[in-house]
């Protein structure tokens, strides 16, 4: 299948056609090149991230990229940029994620794409200040309080909101109840569970989404594999055998992998592009490069999709967090 060219997608000017987009995680590996390109196709572009300063040292570096990318091109095929933009928000915790919203509402009244793109991968077990495990609030839950309290900017633009899973959902081989903490040894096992288990529920909320606000272009992606981010830190971090794993991330990558920019295509794909719309596509999965597929059979089960929706809004409402 040829390799998506995100050039062909729709071009804004700041001036004429305000377009808003917020993109967690937009400071890192696949996150950062959907910003890049957001910001060449003339989005105002905000990028969600927890440390001020990584977040800042990539604004600056995007800005710089795409002024490169722009001086090679012709006079007459250059395209005004867009803008970009900090905010703070910090997934393990809950009210990090109200003070966000209530930062991005008082810039902005439209929302045209939200790109729930942050995430943790294979962390040992570990439960955030508002108590679940980490990979699922980080992965899943914040994104869903995110999603749900910007609806109402998105809808008032027909918006997007696409949710960066992963093909590791798959691993999740049969409904899990979100209560399951999976804490078991060893982790190197069982933290692959947590993840397919966040991972898989970010593609429920997606089709949850798409049936509960069909107006809204709900989509889910797998980015491809990726292996240049920092999504692997932990374990190549790891003392003596961080270099193993180092190794072998790098092996199955440079066989498997696809670079940082292939693996913000599915994404740019699924936000941008004009062949998409909410009546033929809506709650649909892409992958790598932007090719439709389908995902697992847990994640595909309405009746599934309907009990990770109910059990979350529960436990949010729980931590004093109506939905
Ligand atoms: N790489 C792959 O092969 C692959 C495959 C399938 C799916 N994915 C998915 O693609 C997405 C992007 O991953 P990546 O590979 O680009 O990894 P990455 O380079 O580690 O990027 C992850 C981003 O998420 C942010 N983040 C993590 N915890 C956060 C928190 N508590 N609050 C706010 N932001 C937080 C990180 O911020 P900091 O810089 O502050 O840590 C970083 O910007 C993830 O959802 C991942 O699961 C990746």
Known sequence: MPKFDPDQL???????????????????????YTVLHLYLHGFVVYVGGRNSSRVNQAIREIKC?????????????????????????????????????????SM????????????????????TTDKFEVQLQTNYI?????????????????????????????????????????????????????????KTASIQFTKMLAIKHP??????????????????SYWTRLPIVGMFFWIFFHFVGFFFGVSNEEGSLATLKSALSSGLNSEKDNGKYFTTGGAESKPSYVANNLDNAASTWIWTVHELRDRGFDI
């Open 65 to 105: 990229e795409a002024m490169k990318r722009e001086r090679r091109l012709k006079p007459n095929k250059r395209h005004s940029l867009g803008q970009l933009h900090y905010l703070a928000v910090d997934l393990t915790d809950l009210s990090s994620v109200e003070k966000a919203v209530r930062k991005f509402k």
């Open 215 to 232: 107006d809204v272009l709900c989509l889910s992606v797998h980015p491809g594999i990726v292996m240049n981010t920092n999504l692997f």
């Open 142 to 198: 914040s994104h869903f309080l995110l999603t749900m309290r910007l609806l109402s900017c998105i809808k008032k633009c027909k918006g997007r909101v696409i949710c960066v899973s992963s093909i590791g959902h798959n691993l999740a081989f049969k409904y899990f109840n979100l209560s399951q903490k999976f804490n078991y040894w060893p982790n190197m096992i069982f933290t692959w569970m947590r993840y397919a288990i966040a």
């Open 10 to 32: 729709p071009y804004y000017n700041v001036r004429n056609a305000r377009k808003v987009a917020l993109v967690t995680g937009g400071n890192s590996g696949i996150g950062w």
């Open 108 to 127: 902005e009244s439209t929302l045209d794409v939200l790109i729930n793109n942050a995430g943790v991968m294979a962390l040992p077990y570990c439960l």
